[in-house]
């Protein structure tokens, strides 16, 4: 892809598990986001140490973090957040190398949903809905990301080695130029799968 990389490293936690002020009238559109991401089997977990996103139950796991829901002027919310890949013993690893310290239990491989076309136009949802039809049409957009990405070691090690994760370049996913856990995760992912 071409084009400006919007980087993941704002998506951080602000204060509670989804990282956004859940107000009253944000509530029915998460839970249709959940609901949709339930339905097509990506349930809202936690993974690790790491904050709740949408994964499944595996080693390595691509994911998805709805972590705002941002209002825009002409009536519309747009959903934003970051797509990755978990790989559960890095983040064992990870969390034994900082424990205690909340700011390094954050995603180390993550870009911001921006940066993938097929959810430009399906990230709206109006305020009056229907948020169902809507959160539906998103999430099987970004499911459809999601599949495309690693979910088992080997594939991950050839993302790794082909430098191609989902269609772009893993340092796409780096987070922002400062982000020590990023390149600790190619580390463990090269040192791990030396064998190929």
């Given at each position: 892809?071409?084009?400006?990389?919007?980087?993941?490293?704002?998506?951080?936690?602000?204060?509670?598990?989804?990282?956004?002020?859940?107000?009253?009238?944000?509530?029915?559109?998460?839970?249709?986001?959940?609901?949709?991401?339930?339905?097509?089997?990506?349930?809202?977990?936690?993974?690790?140490?790491?904050?709740?996103?949408?994964?499944?139950?595996?080693?390595?796991?691509?994911?998805?973090?709805?972590?705002?829901?941002?209002?825009?002027?002409?009536?519309?919310?747009?959903?934003?957040?970051?797509?990755?890949?978990?790989?559960?013993?890095?983040?064992?690893?990870?969390?034994?190398?900082?424990?205690?310290?909340?700011?390094?239990?954050?995603?180390?491989?993550?870009l911001h949903t921006a940066n993938f076309?097929?959810?430009?136009?399906?990230?709206?949802?109006?305020?009056?809905?229907?948020?169902?039809?809507?959160?539906?049409?998103?999430?099987?957009?970004?499911?459809?990301?999601?599949?495309?990405?690693?979910?088992?070691?080997?594939?991950?090690?050839?993302?790794?080695?082909?430098?191609?994760?989902?269609?772009?370049?893993?340092?796409?996913?780096?987070?922002?130029?400062?982000?020590?856990?990023?390149?600790?995760?190619?580390?463990?992912?090269?040192?791990?799968?030396?064998?190929?």
């Amino acid at each position: 892809m071409s084009g400006r990389i919007y980087p993941g490293n704002s998506l951080f936690q602000r204060g509670n598990e989804l990282g956004m002020r859940i107000t009253k009238d944000r509530r029915p559109v998460l839970q249709a986001i959940e609901s949709a991401m339930a339905s097509f089997g990506w349930p809202l977990r936690r993974v690790c140490a790491l904050p709740s996103c949408y994964a499944r139950d595996s080693a390595v796991t691509p994911y998805f973090l709805c972590s705002n829901l941002a209002r825009r002027r002409f009536g519309c919310y747009c959903v934003e957040g970051a797509i990755g890949v978990i790989h559960s013993g890095f983040e064992r690893v990870w969390a034994q190398r900082y424990p205690g310290d909340p700011s390094e239990h954050r995603f180390g491989v993550l870009l911001h949903t921006a940066n993938f076309r097929e959810l430009h136009d399906c990230a709206y949802i109006a305020y009056e809905g229907p948020f169902d039809t809507a959160a539906e049409r998103l999430c099987a957009s970004i499911v459809s990301i999601l599949q495309r990405l690693p979910s088992d070691e080997d594939e991950l090690w050839q993302a790794v080695e082909n430098d191609d994760l989902g269609g772009h370049r893993v340092n796409d996913y780096s987070g922002g130029p400062h982000n020590g856990k990023f390149n600790a995760f190619k580390t463990f992912v090269k040192q791990r799968f030396q064998h190929h």
